[in-house]
């Protein structure tokens, strides 16, 4: 029993969710999938709102990028014929490899972004793909998922995740058995880009705690792993994988990802 | 607060805590076949199937599954008429202490219910979220494979 929690709410329009959210005197949170609020026990929090009356699930493409409704479950992106296509299905490959299938029903892409975790890999491909959300369905408010912080999220919700265009994607990833949680995860996407080159963005997870990028415009597989350059603030060692070990394995892991790009 | 839930085809009203987990509740209500783990998510043997998917009970709020349809293990066969998946588990060995064994067969329904011809995988997978230390997982898997090939990977009966 979270006994600390003393109301639940479920609202039908973003204001009225906002408007609980925003109250000064009650410490509230976001319930999207509760895997992880309520897995650690929602510390701090008095009350809840539950998003899933907003209607925020669904995947659907345009001209200009696909849209990630923010509420739609983990394994949805893994089903979706949208996002199987979308740089090679670099979504789906990711979103299979982040959490066991019970916990895919239930955890959302939105909390995924929230959570800003550097060894899920969901959350590794998303900023390898330029992925933006947007907050309170505000059009206009598309920031990079890299940049939302604690405090933004204590008072705005992410309603809608978008994916830019990409040719291709790729995710390499070494884990101690194939169904593990990834020691060191790269994704990295090959995107369109003026004068017959292509944008390449890669993103590390695993490695630092803010998962790290690197971007680089080339021609082809060689210039890009060439040029690209990344740097690591904080090295991340731990019983599972020292920090050298990690290090070690990036760089084969991002060599492998450029050559895939280009394949 | 009041919620309602439709726990295997009948609707019932609770009036609960808001910080009540869906474990916490249903157990309360003698559903003992949903069980209590590790309350983290991690183990799945709490997960009930919830509008089709299979979900952790002990990550939910009793509240969040308020409107939604709810099958427990009590759900599915009886103790004179087992449910296909039972009655499999049964005939291959695949139960050992049994504690993993209400959400393992749970998983495989919600698969089986939404896909009647998996793959291999497609079967690792859908057990994947509920941990066993007893059988190593094979003989669940058989099991299942078995009733995948006795129904012919056509539509099984519920």
Not at chain 1, 45 to 60: E, F, S
Not at chain 2, 22 to 32: A, D, I, N, V
Not at chain 2, 46 to 71: E, F, K, P, S, Y
Request: net charge neutral; glycine share 8%.
């Amino acid at each position: 029993m979270l006994s600390h929690i003393r109301e639940y709410h479920r609202p039908k329009t973003i204001e009225e969710a906002l408007a609980l959210l925003r109250r000064p005197s009650v410490p509230t949170a976001i319930l999207a999938g509760g895997t992880q609020l309520v897995a650690r026990r929602a510390p701090g929090v008095n009350a809840v709102v539950d998003l899933q009356a907003l209607n925020l699930q669904g995947i659907r493409m345009d001209a200009s990028a696909v849209h990630i409704g923010a509420m739609t479950p983990i394994q949805d992106l893994i089903q979706s014929e949208v996002s199987r296509q979308y740089a090679s299905g670099l979504l789906a490959k990711a979103a299979r490899h982040c959490a066991p299938r019970n916990i895919r029903n239930a955890a959302t892409i939105g909390g995924t972004v929230a959570s800003a975790d550097s060894r899920d890999e969901l959350y590794v491909a998303l900023v390898a793909c330029g992925a933006t959300v947007i907050l309170n369905e505000e059009e206009g408010s598309g920031l990079a998922i890299e940049a939302l912080t604690p405090e933004r999220l204590r008072y705005d919700i992410i309603t809608r995740i978008v994916v830019p265009p990409a040719h291709c994607g790729v995710l390499e990833r070494v884990a101690r058995t194939p169904s593990d949680r990834a020691i060191v995860a790269v994704a990295a996407v090959r995107a369109p880009y003026a004068g017959g080159r292509s944008l390449c963005r890669v993103a590390i997870g695993g490695i630092s705690p803010r998962v790290v990028t690197a971007t680089t415009v080339a021609s082809d597989a060689s210039q890009a792993r060439s040029e690209l350059r990344w740097h690591v603030d904080t090295p991340l060692g731990d019983a599972v994988a020292s920090a050298p070990y990690r290090q070690a394995v990036t760089d084969v892991l991002v060599s492998r990802a450029i050559e895939a790009l280009w394949r | 607060m009041l919620i309602t839930i439709e726990i295997n085809g009948e609707q019932r009203t609770f009036d609960i805590h808001p910080g009540m987990t869906l474990l916490e509740l249903l157990r309360s209500q003698g559903f003992y076949g949903v069980k209590h783990g590790c309350e983290t998510g991690e183990c799945g043997v709490c997960a009930v199937i919830m509008d089709g998917r299979l979900v952790n009970t002990c990550v939910m709020l009793a509240a969040q599954a308020d409107g939604h349809a709810i099958i427990t293990i009590e759900g599915i066969g009886t103790p004179d008429h087992l449910h296909p998946l039972q009655q499999a588990f049964v005939d291959h060995g695949a139960i050992q202490c049994g504690y993993c064994t209400p959400a393992q067969i749970l998983a495989a329904k919600a698969l089986l219910d939404e896909n009647p011809a998996p793959t291999h995988e497609e079967v690792l997978d859908a057990l994947s979220g509920v941990l066993c230390r007893c059988t190593g997982y094979k003989k669940p898997v058989e099991a299942v494979k078995a009733v995948i090939a006795e129904q012919g990977g056509g539509r099984h009966a519920s």
